[in-house]
């Protein structure tokens, strides 16, 4: 029940903007009644409030969806000692179809922030819920399956996505933030503000994303580190109407004044040669060092 009907990531409800499908079944159906008020109990054991509404609104999608009577229904809902326990009442049940789909959304979207969050986590958030830590593969797990099932990073492998995910887990944890937040945040749909904040704002985790997005920064070569940079940097296509001899020229004098400007060789060689993911070319860049006499040479 809850796999059917409560796994909906946060992210995806917040998109969810239009109102409740409503009850599709006849006023004053007492089975229909008595099913929707014992969901309502079930969702009430986790802490949720102010769930009546979204009972009748979720139960006739799992109608349509099973073909189950409301009295089958009631009767599965009433088996069940709690709300984990429906989900396996209903384990026989297919997903809904895409209509069943954005129904759920919309039942989802009347909820208030709190009681979404504990129908999503479901027992989890009980007071007396016993603590379960996650480990950063665990968390890169889920990150990876929840990638693949809305459709994101299709350009990228399994392997680079897990990459990545266990890089921002390690980044955030050691930013102070426990592997069971993490967890919740990126797996259960938990959402939180200052989760997704750190992971934008904290240099480690951004540079887990640019890697990602731009692969790891380049290992370094053999030799005199400056003058590979020259080279490379004389090839760049702004000099393309240029003789070599002018444009090692001109490279040699625009690297000279960076590394004149307290730049180390590696970090020009990373700048010459676009090595985005070191970080060397935004630190060049925001330098702002005067190489336009260069060009004049």
């Known amino acids: 029940m809850k796999k059917k009907i409560c796994g909906i990531s946060l992210v995806v409800l917040t998109l969810a903007v239009t109102a409740c499908g409503g009850s599709s079944g006849e006023p004053g159906d007492s089975a229909q009644d008595r099913a929707v008020e014992r969901y309502a109990e079930l969702l009430e054991?986790?802490?949720a409030e102010n769930v009546d509404d979204f009972s009748a609104c979720v139960l006739p999608v799992l109608k349509d969806t099973s073909g189950l009577s409301w009295d089958d229904?009631?009767?599965?809902?009433d088996n069940s000692s709690t709300f984990e326990d429906s989900e396996e009442q209903f384990d026989?049940?297919?997903?809904?179809?895409?209509?069943g789909q954005a129904t759920l959304l919309a039942c989802f979207a009347e909820l208030s922030e709190d009681d979404l969050q504990k129908i999503i986590l479901g027992e989890t958030v009980?007071?007396?819920?016993?603590e379960v830590s996650q480990s950063v593969a665990d968390i890169?797990?889920?990150?990876?399956?929840?990638?693949?099932?809305f459709g994101a990073w299709d350009d990228k492998s399994d392997n680079e996505i897990r990459t990545w995910a266990e890089c921002t887990a390690t980044a955030l944890l050691n930013a102070g933030f426990s592997e069971d937040d993490l967890y919740n945040h990126f797996v259960r749909g938990a959402w939180r503000e200052d989760i997704a904040?750190?992971?934008?704002?904290?240099?480690?985790?951004s540079q887990c994303l640019t890697e990602l997005l731009f692969g790891p920064p380049l290992e370094l070569p053999d030799g005199d580190l400056f003058e590979l940079a020259v080279t490379a940097y004389a090839g760049?296509?702004?000099f393309v109407d240029m003789t070599p001899t002018e444009s090692e020229t001109v490279a040699r004098c625009i690297l000279t004044r960076i590394r004149d400007a307290g730049f180390s060789d590696e970090d020009i060689w990373r700048y010459a040669v676009d090595d985005y993911s070191s970080g060397a070319t935004g630190r060049v860049l925001?330098?702002?060092?005067?190489?336009?006499?260069?060009?004049?040479e």
Not at 197 to 205: G, H, I, L, M, T
Not at 286 to 296: F, G, H, M, Q, R
């Open 45 to 47: 054991g986790v802490g």
């Open 73 to 77: 229904i009631a009767t599965r809902l």
């Open 92 to 99: 026989d049940v297919p997903e809904p179809d895409d209509k």
């Open 126 to 130: 009980a007071a007396d819920a016993p």
């Open 140 to 149: 890169a797990e889920g990150i990876l399956e929840n990638t693949r099932e």
């Open 197 to 205: 904040d750190a992971q934008v704002d904290d240099p480690d985790s």
């Open 236 to 238: 760049i296509p702004a």
């Open 286 to 296: 925001d330098a702002d060092v005067d190489t336009l006499d260069c060009w004049n």
